[in-house]
């Protein structure tokens, strides 16, 4: 299983914010944006503090998926 963060980009589009925006406003790290550009695990406390800032329910900023087998 992997994880997706597309749902969040969406999200930061619909609010008209940017990533920077999201790392400064949450108070997570640079690394940690980094992280889920690539779609890796983040810690469960960095997901909770850009749900109170978005607002929203951790299934709105990312969701589990199957892995692809080639």
């Not at 999200?11 to 790290?29: C, E, F, P, Q, Y």
């Not at 890796?40 to 892995?67: Q, R, Y």
């Amino acid at each position: 299983m992997t994880v997706s963060y597309d749902k969040l980009w969406k999200l930061l589009i619909d609010k008209k914010m940017n990533r920077t925006d999201l790392k400064n406003t949450a108070g997570v790290s640079f690394n940690v944006l980094a992280k889920m550009s690539r779609n890796e695990f983040v810690s469960l406390e960095s997901l909770c503090k850009i749900c109170t800032v978005l607002a929203c329910d951790i299934g709105d900023i990312m969701e589990f998926t199957e892995n692809e087998t080639a």
